[in-house]
C-alpha cells in the first residue's frame, strides 16, 4: 500500500466549520446591536449571544491554525507569503471600513446643514477636550507600538525574556487604554443618539475600540505562543500578523485624534 506524499509545497486546509460559525456570529452581534439601539425586545440577548459566537470561534480557529503552524508543519515559506498577502488585504479592507466612518464626519462637518444649527460642533453638544484623556491615550497607543515593535526585535534576535516583557508591556499599556475609553464613553456629555455628531463620533471611536479589545487577545495569544516557544527566528508570522494589525490600531487612532477630537471639537 503507497502511502501518499505531497509534492507542492501549498497546504490544503481541511473543511472547517469555523467560518460560517464566525460569519453567523457577526451577523446575531449587528442584528443584536441594531435591535437593542431602536428598543426591540432581545436585542442585548442576541448581540450577547452573537458576540460569544465570535469570540468561541477565535478561539477554536486560532487553535486549529497554530496547530497547523507549529505542530503539523504545514506553513513552509509559500504558505507564509500567501498569509502575509492576506493579512495585508484584511488590513486594506479594515483601512476602507473606517474610510467610511471619516467620510461620513467630513461630509456633515465640512459643510453643516441648517438642521443641526449651520456649525460644527452642532449646537447643543458639549465636546470633550481633546488634551485630556484623549491626548493621554495617543501616548499610550504609541508608546505600546514602540513596545510591540521591540518584542519583533527580541524575537528575531532570539532573545525570548525581551520578547516576553515587552509583550507583557504592549498588554498591559492596550488593557489601559480601553479602559480609559471606558473612563471617557460614561463621562462623556452626548451619546450616539445626539445627532450626526454623536453617531460618527461612537461609531469611529467605538468600532476603533473594538479593534484594540480584539488586538488585544490578539497579542495574548502570541504571549502564550513565546512561553510556550513557537516562534523562531525564520518562523513567527503570527507575531508578525498581530504587530501589523497593532500598528494599523494605531495609525487609525492617530486619524482619530487629530481629525475628530482636535480639528472636529474646534
Not at 481541511?14 to 453567523?24: K, N, Q, R, Y
Not at 473606517?98 to 446643514?113: C, N
Not at 443618539?193 to 488586538?215: N, Q
Request: include cysteine; aromatic fraction near 18%.
Amino acid at each position: 500500500m503507497s502511502q501518499h506524499v505531497q509534492k507542492h509545497p501549498f497546504h490544503l486546509v481541511d473543511p472547517s466549520p469555523w467560518p460560517i460559525f464566525a460569519s453567523l456570529g457577526a451577523l446575531s452581534t449587528t442584528v443584536g446591536m441594531v435591535m437593542y439601539m431602536h428598543g426591540y425586545l432581545g436585542g442585548e440577548l442576541l448581540a450577547s449571544c452573537g458576540f460569544s459566537m465570535i469570540i468561541y470561534s477565535m478561539y477554536v480557529w486560532w487553535r486549529d491554525v497554530i496547530r497547523e503552524a507549529t505542530f503539523q508543519g504545514h506553513h513552509t515559506q509559500t504558505v507564509q507569503h500567501g498569509l502575509r498577502y492576506g493579512m495585508i488585504l484584511f488590513i486594506v479592507s479594515e483601512i476602507m471600513f473606517f474610510f467610511a466612518f471619516f467620510w461620513a464626519f467630513f461630509h456633515s462637518s465640512l459643510a453643516p446643514t441648517i438642521e443641526i444649527g449651520a456649525m460644527w460642533p452642532p449646537k447643543g453638544i458639549e465636546v470633550l477636550n481633546p488634551w485630556d484623556i484623549p491626548f493621554l491615550n495617543t501616548v499610550i497607543l504609541l508608546t505600546s507600538g514602540a513596545s510591540v515593535t521591540w518584542a519583533h526585535h527580541a524575537i528575531l534576535a532570539g532573545e525570548r525574556s525581551q520578547a516576553i516583557w515587552s509583550l507583557v508591556v504592549t498588554v498591559m499599556l492596550a488593557t489601559v487604554f480601553t479602559g480609559l475609553q471606558v473612563m471617557e464613553y460614561i463621562e462623556a456629555p452626548f451619546t450616539i443618539t445626539d445627532g450626526i455628531y454623536g453617531s460618527t463620533f461612537y461609531l469611529a471611536t467605538g468600532f476603533h475600540g473594538f479593534h484594540v479589545f480584539v488586538g488585544t487577545i490578539f497579542l495574548l495569544v502570541c504571549l502564550v505562543r513565546v512561553f510556550k516557544m513557537h516562534f523562531t527566528k525564520q518562523h513567527h508570522f503570527g507575531f508578525e500578523a498581530a504587530a501589523w494589525y497593532w500598528h494599523f490600531v494605531d495609525v487609525v487612532w492617530l486619524f482619530l485624534f487629530v481629525a475628530i477630537y482636535w480639528w472636529g471639537g474646534n
